[in-house]
Nanobody, 123 residues
Framework: QVQLVESGGGLVQPGGSLRLSCAAS????????MGWYRQAPGKQRELVAS???????NYADSVKGRATISRDNAKNTVYLQMNSLKPEDTAVYYCNADLRTVGSPLSRRGEYWGQGTQVTVSS
């Protein structure tokens, strides 16, 4: 079994910053990539940022220049630093991981999701 647990969300004023964390745990053999998605009420879930095992990153246009995704492979943890936050950043942020589990009896590759953490940007 695999769990992804997000933390770091909360209420922040416009222009402020947050650092989200997502720790993957369980019978993980290898993580190929991790990313952050967000979903605002009434809107589609969208990719915010992602990072591969090789360190390649990808950002949504809406957060370019304001967000930085990073990882700590030893801890199976991914971070999302967001600065200059705007009200439109308000959403539930979900962690995603593309990983392979340890066998016993089978090893499989798949995507896993965290439960989400609320980010609210409001004065």
């Amino acid at each position: 079994q695999v769990q992804l647990v997000e933390s770091g969300g909360g209420l922040v004023q416009p222009g402020g910053s947050l650092r989200l964390s997502c720790a993957a745990s369980g019978r993980i053999f290898s993580i190929y990539g991790m990313g952050w998605y967000r979903q605002a009420p009434g809107k589609q879930r969208e990719l915010v940022a992602s990072i591969t095992s090789g360190g390649s990153t990808n950002y949504a246009d809406s957060v370019k220049g304001r967000a930085t995704i990073s990882r700590d492979n030893a801890k199976n943890t991914v971070y999302l630093q967001m600065n200059s936050l705007k009200p439109e950043d308000t959403a539930v942020y979900y962690c995603n991981a593309d990983l392979r589990t340890v066998g016993s009896p089978l090893s499989r590759r798949g995507e896993y999701w965290g439960q989400g953490t609320q980010v609210t940007v409001s004065s």
